[in-house]
């Protein structure tokens, strides 16, 4: 049952024209005029405005004008005399769902009034079905969002460690996650945490390669008052920060054996003692740990704890390196693209054919990170739209460094020298870690810098999960 106003200055054609509807089960409203009409729509609303062309003050072109302007879901349907089709035509153009001429049947008027409320019945709801679509891809987007945080991929590979995630985040099993540096490894174990029943619990990341032994120990267990020299007042460590959360220890591989014994106990026991305290504490925290260093090296190397070791390898998951999916790439400078274009101020909205070829061709040692970089230092350089092969930063083929193209790829409107420097810097960084299989004190050696300047460097350009 729909809702009919007839706007009709005869009073019999008005009436006849309620009684049809009625009969056909409609509910009906009645104006003798224009104005009166409009002012009835306002108060009671319609599905179908029916009315006719030709009446006194408002005509029915004023009419269909003031529906379609205010009541576009509101049909329209005009009656006109015998030799003005002209007019009906021109109502259709202004947007009217039909016209019937007079004069008509009685079946003729109830066949166009139910063909016109069943078409408008069926365009809305198609269009319900279309926001709750929109509705149901938000929500799916905005879960995916949720669960995987800035996790980006397609790839069979990628497909793979979704579904890792999926399967263990419910669970409170200890997680390996291994992977070459700017693989995204601390990303994954944000996407664990906010799957698992801890979400609402904190997340505590400790990059334990960037501490030496004595402040690691402090940083994870906590120390009493008087511990050591400068411990003026207690502080708790990660371990309590992180009670009824995760604790996400990055670059696991690097910890002492000393280090490696107190967290083995913590495993163990689930408690710990503060350095320098008697007091035992419990703690109930779900550890992932992250590494560089591929399994059977971590285990056959000699430095790491066989029983730690196995401790922490409860549920593994590799992250492969971008080189082995670069069928991800244009979704990840997609994504690149709209998260960095506010922070940059940039004007681009899309990257053209060879650029994006180009960061095809490239082997990305660096990963998604280095992507991200190179991203974002294009964005920033490019003037125009589109990103263009010459706005990215230089890119050698194979992903070695070849500084004696320097010279030539100095655009004509110059560049940003520290933000170049930076980007061969990261770039020799990345590359000296790599061939040193992320052993720090050897990427040091090579690069012939201290390890102190290596961890400070390390932590400026974020290399290391």
Not at 50 to 57: E, F, V
Not at 261 to 282: N, S, Y
Not at 334 to 355: G, N, P
Not at 442 to 452: C, D, N, Q, T, V
Request: proline letters at 5%.
């Amino acid at each position: 049952m729909a809702q009919v106003l007839i706007i009709e200055d005869h009073d019999s054609m008005r009436e006849g024209l309620e009684l049809l509807l009625r009969r056909r089960g409609h509910k009906t409203l009645s104006a003798s005029g224009g104005e009166q009409g409009i002012a009835l729509l306002e108060e009671m609303g319609a599905d179908l405005v029916i009315t006719d062309l030709k009446m006194a003050r408002m005509d029915g072109l004023e009419v269909l004008r003031r529906v379609r302007e205010r009541f576009p879901e509101v049909e329209v349907m005009v009656i006109t005399a015998y030799g003005t089709v002209e007019k009906a035509v021109e109502a259709m153009k202004m947007g009217a769902a039909d016209f019937i001429t007079k004069p008509f049947s009685s079946e003729e008027f109830g066949v166009k009034v139910d063909r016109l409320l069943s078409e408008r019945a069926e365009r809305l709801r198609l269009r319900r079905e279309n926001v709750a679509l929109r509705v149901e891809n938000t929500c799916l987007k905005e879960e995916a969002q949720a669960r995987y945080g800035e996790i980006v991929g397609d790839s069979p590979q990628m497909r793979q460690v979704f579904r890792w995630i999926e399967r263990v985040a419910p669970s409170d099993s200890t997680v390996m996650i291994y992977g070459e540096s700017g693989t995204g490894k601390e990303l994954v174990a944000r996407a664990i945490h906010a799957g698992s029943p801890r979400r609402d619990g904190p997340f505590i990341r400790v990059n334990c390669g960037a501490l030496p032994e004595g402040l690691l120990d402090s940083e994870l267990f906590g120390h009493e008052k008087g511990a050591f020299t400068g411990a003026e007042k207690q502080r708790r460590g990660r371990f309590e920060l992180a009670d009824g959360g995760t604790l996400f220890l990055d670059e696991i591989a690097t910890i002492s054996p000393s280090t490696q014994i107190r967290l083995l106990r913590v495993l163990q026991e689930r408690e710990l003692e503060r350095v320098g305290g008697e007091e035992t504490i419990p703690v109930n925290v779900r550890i992932i740990a992250a590494t560089n260093t591929p399994p059977d090296e971590l285990q056959k190397g000699g430095t790491f704890r066989e029983d730690l070791f196995y401790r922490l390898h409860v549920v593994p998951i590799t992250l492969p390196p971008l080189r082995e999916r670069k069928s991800d790439i244009p979704l990840l400078v997609d994504h690149f693209l709209r998260k960095l274009r506010e922070r940059t101020r940039s004007r681009v909205e899309s990257v053209s054919e060879a650029a994006l070829r180009r960061l095809m061709e490239y082997e990305w040692p660096g990963n998604v990170r280095e992507l991200e970089n190179v991203m974002e230092r294009a964005l920033v350089l490019a003037e125009g739209p589109v990103l263009r092969e010459e706005d990215l930063p230089l890119l050698p083929e194979g992903g070695a460094l070849d500084t004696t193209l320097l010279d030539a790829l100095i655009p004509e409107t110059g560049l940003d020298l520290n933000r170049a420097v930076e980007g061969v810097e990261e770039r020799l960084l990345r590359r000296a870690l790599a061939q040193a299989k992320g052993v720090k004190a050897e990427a040091a050696r090579l690069l012939g810098i201290k390890p102190s300047a290596l961890y400070y460097k390390l932590e400026k350009y974020g290399i290391g999960s």
